[in-house]
């Protein structure tokens, strides 16, 4: 089975501090992305990555920015967390020509 | 741009009643559609897809038809349980196949009450 797993359950941070989310897969998959999942909005694409250290945005990176040295681990980074980046933050990961996007577990972050 | 547009929750049934999730979308072409569905804690799993009109997608005992002429892919079950309590997202993927253009609806929280 596809495992994707992500650093934490739940996070704490305060306005101002820079934030890491991990997110690891063991499929060797190739596409991997953070979305942000809020009340009425379903799933936001932040930014997704379809190979080592290339990126791209999605439809909501401001405030965001993301590193993949691994192919494994995708990380996304907070440079200076605001409270409106208060949010559950999903990972995913997809192989080749598949159409199922794999999930972890998520982040509850909030940023007081 | 593509869209999907799902029912509001929250719904809540009694054990063994009919679920009915409605779900609309917006998409140039022929997309491909989805329901995945989220448990208490955990992340979303895909539950049922299809991916040509008139293809009826099936699982656990939910399934959804795609209907083209209504731009439709309503998700039912003849008969809930309380392990059916979760949320439960629409999604399409676009005729290119781009996963990064992957749309979800809002999400519908469904609880079963025994």
């Known amino acids: 089975d596809v495992k994707v797993t992500q650093s934490s359950r739940y996070l704490v941070k305060r306005t101002g501090e820079k934030v890491f989310l991990e997110c690891v897969q063991d499929?060797?998959?190739?596409?991997m992305f953070w979305y942000r999942q809020d009340p009425g909005l379903g799933l936001r694409l932040i930014y997704f990555?379809?190979?080592?250290?290339?990126?791209e945005k999605g439809d909501i990176p401001e405030g965001y920015s993301v590193s993949r040295e691994k192919k494994e681990r995708f990380s996304l980074i907070l440079e200076s967390a605001s409270t409106n980046q208060t949010s559950m933050y999903l990972c995913?990961?997809?192989?080749?020509?598949?159409?199922?996007?794999?999930f972890g577990p998520g982040t509850r972050l909030t940023v007081t | 741009g593509n869209s999907v547009t799902q029912m509001e929750g929250p719904v809540t049934l009694s054990e063994e009643a009919f679920l009915t999730i409605n779900c609309t979308y917006t998409?140039?072409?022929?997309?491909?559609l989805f329901w995945y569905v989220q448990y208490p804690g955990e992340g979303l799993q895909l539950l049922l897809k299809?991916?040509?009109?008139?293809d009826k997608g099936s699982n656990k005992g939910f399934e959804a038809t795609y209907r083209k002429e209504t731009t439709s892919f309503h998700l039912e079950k003849g008969s809930v349980q309380v392990s059916d309590s979760a949320v439960y997202f629409c999604?399409?993927?676009?005729?290119?196949?781009?996963?990064?253009?992957?749309?979800f609806g809002a999400g519908t929280r469904l609880t079963v009450k025994p």
């Open positions: 995913a990961s997809v192989g080749p020509g598949s159409y199922e996007q794999y």
């Open positions: 499929m060797d998959h190739e596409n």
């Open positions: 990555s379809y190979d080592v250290k290339m990126k």
């Open positions: 998409a140039t072409g022929y997309p491909s």
């Open positions: 299809a991916t040509k009109a008139d």
């Open positions: 999604a399409l993927s676009p005729p290119t196949r781009a996963n990064n253009d992957m749309r």
